[in-house]
């Protein structure tokens, strides 16, 4: 069983739709990272979460640190939207740092 | 403007032939990794640094080599590439943030093709 696993794998939305990724893990982790990979490959952080809730513009990340569990919503998708969203969580270190595998993101206009 | 920098972008290069990618940042950041991502696998860490001259294994260091001579730069050496170390290359930094987790800034990657 992956440490860190990420749902669905790819998702097809119209453009508007509403988005939600989900990301659960079994480790103890010190923070929760969300990252997005542009097609062209360069890779971004988008949150790093500890607890509760962040927020940037469309973008709202939240994670249940009880459950083990985060999610990624975005409102109001669009097509720049598409890109590979990734989990990733780290242990307390910069070393420690664990992937899920991604999820494909198409919104279509 | 604060950014990872990584050189080559492109690289195809036959085995045997050792060669280096070098990372650079500019964000004077302690910590300093090398990940590799292949299909089906996802991102898997190469090696890390703490500070210049702190380097250890990540999870995939077979192949690899690193240094950290500078704060700055971190490249990456590999001594006799294999077809197996196809792939494209991240390197990133971090910097530990007040509520002392690490925030990731990564490189634009670097796709390596051994032939």
């Known amino acids: 069983k992956n440490e860190v696993e990420q749902s669905p794998q790819n998702l097809t939305a119209q453009e508007g739709e509403f988005i939600t990724i989900n990301c659960s893990y079994s480790?103890?982790?010190?923070?929760l990272h969300w990252l997005q990979q542009h097609p062209g490959g360069g890779i971004v952080s988008l949150f790093m979460l500890s607890s509760g809730k962040k927020k940037h513009g469309r973008l709202i990340a939240t994670i249940n640190i009880q459950e083990k569990h985060s999610s990624l919503h975005i409102t109001a998708s669009h097509p720049r939207d598409s890109a590979v969203y990734i989990c990733a969580v780290s242990q307390g270190s910069a070393r420690q740092l664990t992937f899920g595998s991604g999820t494909q993101l198409t919104v279509l206009p | 403007e604060a950014q990872v920098t990584q050189n080559p972008r492109y690289l195809i290069t036959v085995t045997g032939k050792k060669l280096t990618v070098t990372c650079s940042q500019n964000?004077?950041?302690?910590?300093m990794s090398w990940y590799r991502q292949d299909p089906g696998l996802g991102l898997r860490q190469i090696y890390y640094?703490?500070?210049?001259?702190?380097?250890d294994k990540g999870d995939v260091p077979e192949g690899y080599k690193v240094s950290r001579k500078e704060k700055r730069n971190f490249p990456l050496i590999l001594e006799s590439p294999s077809p197996n170390q196809t792939s494209l290359y991240f390197c990133?930094?971090?910097?530990?943030?007040?509520?002392?987790?690490?925030?990731?800034?990564f490189g634009p990657g670097t796709r390596l093709t051994v032939t």
């Open positions: 964000m004077n950041h302690e910590y």
């Open positions: 640094s703490m500070n210049v001259e702190v380097t």
């Open positions: 480790v103890g982790i010190s923070a």
């Open positions: 990133a930094s971090s910097f530990r943030s007040a509520l002392g987790d690490y925030e990731q800034y």
